[in-house]
């Protein structure tokens, strides 16, 4: 079974400017997760979607950071425009359900200069 | 409300044990553990429901006090594998999103 996919894997660019990373969870997976984790700490749950609807995105930036999920599957988290305290891994997720043991992906490493 | 973990960090001997706690304000539904090596993403260890269950994976168990809100992760006999960041992720009783811990750093050596 093909695990969580995410691209890029890493992303360097100049504050101000956008960026966007794409993730495809496993099949039959209803629950999407977005983490952000900065060095050295635990995730920071960004947003989670059940479906394509949003379940919670309490902790999102919602002034620079938006996401969606089309259909149901796949996902895109967007940052417009970045800050230098942007710089950290972002994990993509999914489950089975809400509650489940969650499936990461390898991460998207983003760099503000 | 982020669960708190301790020890922040432990350094073991080949063979050794360690145990690492996992403390919650909130009442909780579930609580995972997850391990995650320096670059790589967290990997799923096992998920303890609420009924103060306890669960085995080898050398690696767990167990989960509701009342307490509390969880622990037993580590026995530690491998050179075992290296690595735990975080345990709780998940509330109303939505279901998971929190997790700031990570317990555990280094084996030989």
């Known amino acids: 079974e093909a695990g969580v996919a995410q691209s890029p894997r890493y992303k360097i660019i100049e504050k101000r400017q956008s960026v966007a990373f794409w993730c495809n969870p496993i099949?039959?997976?209803?629950?999407l997760y977005w983490y952000q984790q900065i060095l050295g700490q635990g995730p920071k749950l960004l947003i989670q979607?059940?479906?394509?609807?949003?379940?919670?995105d309490s902790q999102l930036p919602k002034d620079r950071f938006s996401a969606e999920r089309l259909k149901g599957v796949d996902s895109t988290l967007k940052i417009q425009p970045a800050k230098l305290e942007d710089s950290a891994v972002y994990l993509c997720?999914?489950?089975?359900?809400?509650?489940?043991?969650?499936?990461f992906g390898p991460g998207t490493r983003l760099t503000v200069t | 409300q982020q669960p708190v973990q301790s020890p922040q960090a432990v350094i073991l001997r080949e063979g050794e044990d360690a145990v690492i706690n996992c403390s919650s304000s909130?009442?909780?539904?579930?609580v995972h553990w997850y391990r995650q090596k320096h670059g790589e993403a967290p990997i799923f260890l096992m998920i303890?429901?609420?009924?103060?269950e306890q669960k085995g994976h080898d050398k690696i168990s767990a167990s989960f006090n509701e009342k307490k809100q509390q969880s622990s992760l037993y580590l026995t006999a530690s491998q050179l594998s075992y290296s690595g960041t735990y975080f345990c992720?709780?998940?509330?009783?109303?939505?279901?999103?998971?929190?997790f811990g700031a990570g317990t750093r555990l280094f084996v050596k030989a």
């Open positions: 979607f059940q479906n394509n609807g949003v379940v919670d």
């Open positions: 909130k009442a909780l539904y579930s």
């Open positions: 099949s039959g997976h209803a629950t």
């Open positions: 997720a999914s489950s089975f359900d809400r509650g489940y043991e969650q499936y």
């Open positions: 992720g709780t998940v509330d009783t109303g939505g279901f999103k998971t929190i």
């Open positions: 303890l429901l609420k009924g103060g």
